[in-house]
């Protein structure tokens, strides 16, 4: 038997879900959600982990010395150190507009870094 006990982070709520497998013909069970959302979350937590990532990058020609950046879609969450590697590397140039693309496929993921602000 398996069994996890995790926190949902779908919303503020912050349910406390187990999620359960009987045996190896089960399909994941979870309990504790208060919507539908806890479910999904529950089982991409134990079978698939993915975050959004939000950071910075360098930009030179802007009042700030940072942009802030984000991932437009989720990223696998054992690559995140890798993608922080990546964007340590980034230097862009003024002006920036909020969505553009700052890191194209980043880690050949289908995933790419936007700006999450114009400067």
Same mark, same amino acid.
């Given at each position: 038997? #398996?069994?996890?006990? @995790?926190?949902? =982070?779908?919303?503020?709520?912050?349910?406390? @879900?187990?999620?359960?497998?009987?045996?190896? /013909?089960?399909?994941?069970?979870?309990?504790? &959600?208060?919507? $539908?959302?806890?479910? +999904?979350?529950?089982? &991409? *937590?134990? @079978? +698939?982990?993915?975050? /959004?990532?939000?950071?910075? %990058?360098?930009?030179?020609?802007?009042?700030?010395?940072?942009?802030?950046?984000?991932?437009?879609?989720?990223? %696998?969450?054992?690559?995140? #150190?890798?993608?922080?590697? *990546? @964007? &340590? $590397?980034?230097?862009?140039?003024?002006? %920036?507009?909020?969505?553009? =693309?700052?890191?194209?496929?980043?880690? +050949?993921?289908? %995933?790419?870094?936007?700006?999450?602000?114009?400067?």
């Amino acid at each position: 038997m #398996f069994k996890k006990e @995790l926190t949902c =982070i779908v919303c503020p709520r912050g349910c406390k @879900l187990t999620v359960t497998k009987e045996n190896e /013909q089960d399909d994941l069970a979870v309990s504790g &959600n208060f919507c $539908k959302r806890g479910i +999904n979350y529950g089982i &991409n *937590e134990i @079978l +698939n982990p993915t975050r /959004q990532v939000t950071s910075t %990058v360098r930009i030179n020609g802007a009042v700030y010395k940072r942009l802030p950046v984000i991932t437009d879609k989720e990223i %696998v969450k054992g690559d995140i #150190f890798k993608v922080m590697e *990546e @964007l &340590n $590397k980034v230097t862009v140039e003024a002006p %920036v507009k909020y969505g553009d =693309i700052v890191i194209k496929n980043i880690l +050949n993921s289908d %995933v790419n870094i936007i700006a999450s602000r114009s400067m």
